[in-house]
């Protein structure tokens, strides 16, 4: 399907995320979308928030808004359900021709309960939190109540129910995240009496197939004969995607839009260890993907949000992330200028998406997750991204899918990277003028001093490709096939799609701006480049 699969959209057809190969495309009326998001705030979900939301939105050119409705807010009271922010935000985001994603902050908000409703959250008997060995409640609600599942499940399921009655003919909503950031600090797996009889009892045969013990250990067993020191870790896991799973399927069963969680990471590049109390036991993190995919099919995607800032964990984070069985989708990353370069890389390795955490313009930072600024300082580096993919985004949704696509972005070393290609080899350099080879080490580039720079690149053909980028310089050479052949460019064009499926050409490139390399300075455009050998 990946080669014949039509940039052509078709209004009706359910979202869904298809893989093929070990590449993935999310299907928006019917055809690959690529989501250029931005995250509102946690307390953006109400209507008078929206208008701060929207001009950030509208500012960053952004196609997707990812957004929270909390139990708190749609059943304030057991059994009575309340949903015009819903109703008010659907109608404005098709105003404003913009698609959602709805977070649904249940059960598990960050790991902890504050988003429950008040009848949830104090009344600790119907729905208990966890317990440590001594019987000590932690924080965090236990995933083995019966009570909560079932009070979350029937709140979520209600939401999709009036979903489908408000927005089935026409998928404003793309995708819902079900809960966030899940899993516990501080304690490792809960002890309760459900708990514990799960616990001595045998690792379901699904979870044995999908997810290797690090250590060695039986092939079958309890937890703990399986997966020795991982056990309490792997066990919560499991108990935390089996409840998500739940409601997962029960919503799906209402209105089938595609589901996904989301990852307060663990450290990407320190050496796997047993849990130490330094992550969330239980969340998705990249460690256990293959417990969320047994027990939770219904979710599509697990997704890191990054707000680690040093360029060597962004880049395992992306890798980490991107597996036969997991699209990558980035749903939160810090909204600090640094990252806008990470979503050269994200579009390039074929992700879905991606989304700066706190893109709006409500007085309220982060930092040092992400930026200070609550200003237009705040969507600009964003928006000169976005808008440089968005009137080709479902072409380059398509290369993605097709395993056309790469990408790199600047690293802290400021090192060139190379693109392996069919039949070339691209090498991307950072700091250098436009014209000649001086390095800035020697010659400093005013805006680059610190790294900036990103570049996706698509083969659209043999000998052409599409090249988008900022504060880069990208050289061919020729290898594989055309290895040792002297070769040329064919011909450069500046340009861009426009927003049909249309290249439009501005200007021929030559001379000066092609003897040096192709040169993208601090506004990202597009290049479509035709190279050729001869003997
Ligand atoms: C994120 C956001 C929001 C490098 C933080 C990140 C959002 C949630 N949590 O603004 O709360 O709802 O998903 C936690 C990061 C922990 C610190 C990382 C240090």
């Known amino acids: 399907m990946a080669a014949g699969v039509s940039t052509r959209a078709i209004a ?54 990812e957004i929270p409705i909390a139990w708190e807010q749609v059943e304030p009271v057991e059994g009575r359900f309340d949903f015009s922010f819903v109703d008010t935000l659907v ?9 959602l994603v709805l977070l649904w902050f249940g059960t598990w908000k960050n790991t902890a309960p504050a988003y429950l409703p008040e009848w949830v959250k104090f009344d600790n008997r119907r729905f208990p939190r966890m317990v440590d060995k001594d019987g000590k409640d932690s924080y965090s609600h236990s995933p083995h109540a019966t009570a909560t599942l079932a009070a979350d499940k029937r709140a979520f399921v209600e939401l999709m129910k009036h979903l489908k009655a408000i927005d089935g003919d026409r998928q404003t909503v793309i995708m819902v995240q079900v809960q966030n950031e899940v899993g516990t600090y501080g304690l490792v797996r809960d002890h309760s009496p459900a708990a514990q009889k799960a616990f001595s009892g ?61 990852n307060a990471l663990r450290d990407p590049v320190e050496p796997l260890a047993p849990w130490k109390g330094n992550f969330a036991s239980g969340g998705p993190t ?105 009137p080709m985004m479902r072409e380059w949704a398509k290369w993605g899918f097709e395993g056309r696509t790469h990408g790199v972005f600047e690293h802290d070393d400021r090192k060139p990277q190379e693109i392996a290609l069919n039949g070339w080899k691209a090498t991307v350099s950072f700091r250098q003028r436009q014209f000649g080879d001086s390095m800035a080490k020697n010659d400093p580039i005013e805006g680059t001093e610190k790294p900036n720079g990103g570049l996706a690149i698509a083969q659209v053909a043999d000998n052409e490709f599409i090249v988008v980028a900022q504060n880069a310089r990208i050289k061919f050479d020729p290898s594989g096939r055309n290895d040792g052949k002297p070769s040329m460019y064919a011909r450069v064009e500046e340009g861009q799609y426009d927003g049909k499926g249309k290249w439009v050409m501005e200007r021929v490139w030559n001379g000066d701006q092609t003897d040096y390399g192709l040169n993208f300075g601090a506004k990202p455009f597009v290049l479509k480049i035709k190279l050729g050998t001869y003997q």
């Open 286 to 390: 990249y460690d256990v993907l293959g417990i969320y995919e047994a027990a939770a099919p219904h979710i599509d995607v697990a997704g890191p949000d990054i707000y680690l800032h040093e360029s060597d964990k962004v880049a395992k984070t992306l890798e980490q992330f991107l597996t036969k069985d997991n699209p990558l989708f980035v749903p939160e990353i810090g909204n600090s200028e640094d990252f806008a370069r990470v979503a050269f890389a994200v579009f390039g390795k074929g992700g879905i998406g991606f989304a700066p955490f706190g893109l709006d313009y409500f007085d309220f930072s982060n930092y040092p997750l992400g930026a200070k600024a609550t200003d237009k300082t705040m969507t600009a580096p964003f928006g000169q991204v976005y808008g440089a993919f968005r």
């Open 91 to 99: 109608k404005e985001a098709r105003e404003k021709d913009v698609r």
């Open 12 to 65: 009706g057809e359910l979202p869904r995320v298809v893989s093929k190969d070990g590449r993935h495309a999310l299907m928006v009326d019917g055809a690959p979308y690529l989501i250029l998001g931005a995250q509102a705030h946690n307390s953006s979900n109400y209507p008078k928030a929206l208008p701060k939301v929207w001009a950030a939105v509208a500012d960053a050119q952004a196609n997707t808004l």
């Open 202 to 262: 045998p690792v379901p045969a699904a979870v044995l197939a999908k997810q290797k013990s690090p250590v060695k250990g039986k092939a079958s067993g309890t937890w703990k004969e399986v997966y020795g020191d991982y056990a309490d870790q792997y066990f919560h896991t499991w108990a935390v995607a089996n409840y998500i799973e739940q409601i997962a399927r029960a919503g799906r069963a209402v209105y089938d839009l595609p589901m996904f969680v989301n």
